[in-house]
């Protein structure tokens, strides 16, 4: 049974940073892109940050870049978020997700393109 195991979440100022960490069980961590993503209380779920099967590609939403950054372990099975200069905006659930890019694709940006989701963890950015 794949399971996906977020944890780091908490409340934070803002400035301030948090490091997400996603343990990926009961699959072929190798084998599949990783993602997080957020839903604030009244909006849909966003894309955050994904990362290619390697690591060696990674894309990210443009309220994010030069802010947060993706990173896998394949050794730990693990994908973590580093998020620095939390901004209250980013106060929301943050998901963790595996899934299979399509051919020629590296790194999954879509909802839809991913398979496995984590119950997610709470980030809260006061101001």
């Known amino acids: 049974q794949v399971q996906l195991v977020e944890s780091g979440g908490g409340l934070v100022q803002a400035g301030g940073s948090l490091r997400l960490s996603c343990a990926a069980s009961g699959l072929t961590f190798s084998r599949y892109a990783m993602g997080w993503f957020r839903q604030a209380p009244g909006k849909e779920r966003e894309f955050v940050a994904g990362i290619s099967r390697t690591g060696g590609t990674t894309h990210y939403a443009d309220s994010v870049k030069g802010r947060f950054t993706i990173s896998r372990d394949s050794a730990k099975n693990t994908v973590y978020l580093q998020m620095n200069t939390l901004k209250p905006e980013d106060t929301a659930d943050y998901y963790c997700?595996?899934?299979?890019?399509?051919?020629?694709?590296?790194?999954?940006?879509?909802?839809?393109?991913?398979?496995?989701w984590g119950q997610g963890t709470q980030v809260t950015v006061s101001s």
């Open positions: 997700a595996a899934g299979f890019p399509p051919i020629g694709v590296l790194v999954v940006t879509t909802f839809e393109g991913y398979i496995h």
